[in-house]
């Protein structure tokens, strides 16, 4: 019994060290971690969830004068900037990160991507091309190549655009067909402004190569071809357009297939295709392309008063007022403005309304974002 008291008279003292020197360390790691975590970075997330963007500005440069050597605290720093559209600032404290010799490749080329981010929301086009191109080979390859395509795309360098997406479909990043069939048609409607009426068939003929898919290769190709003359293969490309898109057909080219037809004097026939199309899916363009083939007013009526009932829009409202016996102007012109903001085609990504279709939203630079029909219709 002495011999066990003596050792637990031993440990105690020994027990008692272990605890304080334990203490001294957690006390230690504790006060290591709070440097490490200023108080300030803190007080700016706070002010950042907030939305107090320009008191978290004030944090976050406290803590960055506090710990310059936290990397995320300027990526959070310059990112803030950028929001705010301080763009000077923004480069400026990425570039200060990719000129410090402390840090690691990886966040370099983060900083790279951050720089590349702020000349192009600043419009600065031509330098973020070149900081986007800085970034080949590394782990924001894709997203740089992404980047330039939406780049060139919005400075219209069509071939530029085409180069990128063909890229990123080799590279397995998704599917750009489309895209690159918009590119050969924008690049088919510069050349017929030029007047280069071989430039523009070549282009044409690689849209649908590339996009045979797509509805506007075969648009765009039928108006090319009624400009020269070509009513026939106008027609034969329309139908095609038809085949595989009836609602765009409905839309953007019934009343040129009407035109060209008659040209080429297929009245009879493209009236046939039209009324058959119009049985399957009313439209007021389909009926307007028919009623100017067939300009008999009974029948024009008949066809309208029948839309109307199919549809009760004001555009048809409008048509039956037009043709009717006794049109009344007063009461057509008030049925004509309030259809008018219904007369328009909507994006259906942004909601951007516009009097005209687009293939590429003017709001948001999306493809093929409008449906082929208008905000009445819907």
């Known amino acids: 019994m002495d011999f066990d008291l003596q050792w637990l008279l031993l440990a105690l003292p020994i027990a008692f060290a272990l605890g304080w020197i334990g203490s001294r360390f957690d006390l230690r790691q504790w006060k290591r971690e709070e440097k490490s975590s200023p108080k300030a970075y803190y007080k700016g997330l706070v002010l950042l969830l907030n939305e107090q963007h320009d008191k978290a500005i004030d944090a976050f440069i406290e803590a960055v004068q506090g710990d310059p050597d936290t990397t995320e605290l300027h990526f959070a720093l310059g990112n803030l900037f950028r929001r705010r559209g301080e763009f000077e600032r923004a480069v400026r404290v990425h570039q200060h990160l990719m000129q410090r010799a402390d840090i690691s490749t990886t966040e370099r080329e983060r900083a790279q991507n951050a720089l590349a981010q702020d000349y192009l929301k600043a419009g600065l086009f031509d330098r973020a091309e070149q900081a986007y191109r800085e970034l080949a080979g590394t782990a924001f390859d894709s997203e740089a190549r992404l980047a330039l395509l939406q780049l060139h795309e919005r400075s219209r360098d069509w071939r530029a655009a085409t180069d990128d997406a063909a890229r990123l479909e080799s590279a397995g990043t998704g599917s750009f067909a489309s895209r ?53 293969q106008a027609l034969a490309s329309w139908t095609e357009l038809r085949l595989r898109h009836p609602g765009a057909f409905s839309l953007l080219v019934a009343q040129d297939y009407a035109t060209s037809a008659s040209a080429i004097g297929q009245t009879s026939e493209a009236l046939t295709v039209l009324s058959a199309l119009h049985a399957q899916q009313p439209s007021l363009d389909l009926l307007r392309a028919i009623n100017s083939l067939d300009a008999d007013p009974a029948r024009q009526r008949q066809r309208n008063a029948a839309l109307l ?65 208008r905000v009445e219709a819907m």
């Open 309 to 373: 009932a199919q549809q009760p829009t004001l555009c048809a409202a409008a048509a039956v007022l037009r043709d009717s016996p006794s049109p009344q102007p007063a009461a057509i012109a008030v049925v004509e403005k309030a259809a008018l903001p219904l007369h328009r085609y909507r994006c259906a990504a942004c909601g951007f309304e516009a009097q005209r279709y687009f293939w590429q939203c003017p709001g948001c630079l999306s493809w093929d974002s409008y449906p082929p029909q």
């Open 180 to 232: 690159i069939g918009h590119h050969w048609c924008e690049l088919a409607q510069e050349a017929d402004e030029r007047g280069d009426a071989p430039g523009a068939e070549a282009a044409l003929a690689r849209a649908r190569e590339a996009s045979p898919a797509s509805p506007r290769p075969w648009v765009q190709a039928g108006q090319h071809q009624a400009r020269a003359g070509q009513h026939g």
